[in-house]
């Protein structure tokens, strides 16, 4: 079982930057495929970036973060984290870190993932 505990969520003006952070405690180890999502209210939650390793580390984001969201994962203490730069308004949601053991073909959907966090507000004015 993995346990996944978000911190760092508040509130920004836009242009400004969050870093998102995620503790990993359990049985994750390095080849788990992790991802932050979002939710706005009355949304559906969004896939917003990714990270696994195939040899190399691979990340991906959704179009609407790149360039402006990075996401990283550290091994001591085993954290993900998400920076978030040049937010905007519509950047404002709840979000969520996942991991999952196994990688179905597609990052972004919610359903591919097992462990979830209990998520973090992000509110940008």
């Known amino acids: 079982h993995v346990q996944l505990v978000e911190s760092g969520g508040g509130s920004v003006q836009a242009g400004g930057s969050l870093r998102l952070s995620c503790a990993i405690s359990g049985r994750s180890n390095e080849n788990y495929f992790l991802a932050w999502f979002r939710q706005p209210p009355g949304k559906e939650r969004e896939g917003v970036a990714a990270v696994w390793r195939r040899g190399a580390i691979i990340t991906s984001y959704v179009d609407t973060v790149k360039g402006r969201f990075t996401i990283s994962r550290d091994n001591n203490p085993d954290t993900l984290y998400l920076r978030m730069n040049s937010l905007r308004p519509e950047d404002t949601a709840m979000y969520y870190c996942?991991?999952?053991?196994?990688?179905?073909?597609?990052?972004?959907?919610?359903?591919?993932?097992?462990?979830w966090g209990q998520g973090t507000q992000v509110t940008v004015s």
């Open positions: 996942a991991a999952d053991p196994t990688y179905g073909g597609v990052w972004s959907r919610p359903d591919e993932y097992t462990y």
